[in-house]
């Protein structure tokens, strides 16, 4: 596929054991950006205007979820892209991993009712004041497939805010959180996946307002206008 | 040396294993039991002989990684030989 020269530069990170990376890259195309795959063990993303890390179960999910690959050697590029304000996001089991890397705050435990949620599920934009939501409508709703086993969202610091809240709570997750964005709304966790719900024969393409949203970030249009 | 590592959820945070699990041993006529908690625990092989350097080792890798410091505390013990 040929992309304008201002297409966003977006990675999308692959651990041992991420399994969504294809479908990521591919809605990220849909919506005109220019997405690249980059194993963990990289150690720069200097040429990237985002990062996007997928879901699946990193390093099997050992421990916790998303323990073992905070310490990846591509963390430490993701961290200073967050720390510089560019977009980050982190689906699913990304979300996990940003999580316990201390760039989003809060943990997971098992979903309330112990079993695996794999459906669509209703959520509602919360906020948008993040590079997900920036595009949407306070109040929408928005249908995307959910899959996860640990999807309960769990804040005691109370600083995690969410951008998109499930209209049913089918996990237990706090404040019903589906996604979770840091201050500056740059670097956003989102449990349901939007990546798959980006074209109407999945069932619903819901998702491409946020993959839009993340792309079409202001954050990324300065960066890229330098 | 051996150390046991014992990571324990905070009693603030939910546990829905241990709920589901007190849900099935009152079905089983042990009514009594009010709570279920699951903790971890990892038990380590150390080379070297000094306890106290182990427990700070260990201490630092609980820190690092083997508990997650939003949800869990950790409990290290020398297991004397």
Not at chain 1, 87 to 116: D, K, M, R, T
Not at chain 1, 141 to 162: I, K, M
Not at chain 2, 13 to 18: C, K, L, N, R
Not at chain 2, 23 to 29: M, P, S
Request: one cysteine or more; hydrophobic letters at 45%; aromatic letters at 6%.
């Amino acid at each position: 596929m040929t992309h304008p020269a201002s297409a966003a530069r977006v990675a999308v990170v692959v651990f041992p054991g991420t399994n969504c990376e294809l479908d990521a890259a591919h809605a990220l195309e849909l919506v005109g950006a220019k997405p690249e795959i980059v194993w963990h063990r990289r150690t720069e993303l200097d040429e990237f205007d985002g990062v996007v890390l997928p879901g699946g179960f990193a390093h099997g999910d050992y421990l916790r979820t998303g323990a073992i690959a905070r310490f990846s050697p591509v963390m430490g590029p993701v961290g200073e892209m967050a720390a510089a304000g560019k977009p980050v996001l982190g689906i699913c089991n990304g979300f996990q991993i940003l999580c316990e890397a201390g760039l989003l705050p809060g943990a997971f435990i098992a979903n309330s009712g112990l079993s695996f949620i794999c459906r669509f599920v209703e959520v509602e934009v919360a906020s948008t004041s993040s590079i997900l939501t920036h595009r949407a409508t306070a109040g929408q709703v928005l249908r995307l497939p959910l899959n996860s086993y640990e999807g309960n969202y769990v804040d005691p610091s109370l600083t995690g805010r969410v951008v998109l809240r499930y209209r049913d709570n089918p996990n237990g997750a706090q404040g019903g959180a589906a996604a979770i964005a840091n201050e500056a709304g740059n670097v956003v966790g989102v449990m349901p996946h939007p990546e798959r719900a980006s074209e109407a024969t999945l069932g619903s393409d819901d998702g491409m307002i946020l993959l839009r949203s993340f792309i079409g970030a202001p954050q990324l249009e300065s960066t890229r206008s330098r | 040396m051996r150390v046991k590592v014992e990571i324990v959820r905070r009693p603030e945070i939910a546990d829905p294993q241990g709920v589901t699990v007190v849900r099935a041993l009152r079905e089983l006529g042990f009514g009594e039991v009010a709570e279920a908690r699951f903790n971890r625990t990892i038990v380590l092989e150390l080379d070297g002989t000094d306890p106290l350097s182990a427990r700070a080792r260990v201490e630092e890798m609980c820190r690092r990684l083997l508990a997650n410091p939003v949800i869990e505390d950790f409990d290290v013990q020398v297991l004397e030989k």
